[in-house]
């Protein structure tokens, strides 16, 4: 209990220093005013002098306050970024380990084309793996016959169009081929920019050529 109530005092000391200033402030102002009622309308020079002197007092405690408050202000900042921040970090360490555990390939690109991001389901899925992945553009990943449909709707993405789906075959590095059921998507930054496109992949090879 008596380390807690150490810890406290430190916190409660601007608060003190505030309630001080505040109580103080209006009384000097009212005394000061006075005088300048007097000195102004009574044409007393004499109160001058008075007057001169009563500025400190009314200006220091208002420096003060306005110092207390300031800082005050950029410690509630402070500590709100950094709250953000925390909550932030936490939300995209969760949305990392569910892309990462997902059973459709997940593949980032930038506004380019190029492959920035390759999931382990991708990775599996077209038995590459990410380091090999990410020199190369998605062209790469669909025969020749269905490239001008994917570059149309990757095209319609990155122009600010809406999610685009369909199916298309998509080749592997051994030469083997499946049909993919794929989905574009743009991806934004904080602002609201198009920075990338998400690709997400599955094979349909089975459904699409089941009786």
Not at 61 to 84: D, H, K, M, N
Not at 96 to 101: G, K, N, R, T
Not at 148 to 162: H, I, K, L, P, T
């Amino acid at each position: 209990m008596a380390s807690a109530n150490r810890r406290s005092r430190p916190l409660l000391r601007p608060i003190a220093a505030v309630v001080l200033t505040l109580a103080t402030v209006p009384a000097i102002t009212a005394g000061l005013a006075s005088e300048a009622y007097w000195f102004a309308f009574r044409a007393e020079p004499a109160r001058l002098p008075a007057l001169a002197q009563a500025m400190p007092l009314v200006a220091l405690p208002l420096a003060a306050l306005l110092l207390i408050l300031a800082g005050a202000g950029v410690v509630g900042r402070a500590r709100r970024v950094r709250s953000l921040q925390a909550q932030a970090d936490r939300i995209g360490g969760r949305l990392e380990a569910v892309v990462a555990s997902s059973d459709d390939a997940i593949i980032l690109l930038g506004l380019d084309g190029s492959i920035q991001s390759w999931t382990p389901a991708a990775a599996e899925l077209y038995g590459m793996s990410g380091d090999t992945a990410r020199a190369q553009t998605f062209d790469s990943l669909v025969e020749a016959g269905d490239l001008v449909q994917a570059r149309q709707m990757f095209g319609r993405v990155v122009g600010g169009g809406e999610r685009e789906r369909g199916r298309a075959t998509h080749r592997r590095p051994d030469g083997g081929s499946f049909i993919a059921s794929a989905s574009w998507s743009a991806v934004h930054d904080s602002q609201g920019a198009i920075t990338g496109v998400s690709l997400t992949v599955r094979d349909a090879t089975a459904e699409t050529l089941a009786p």
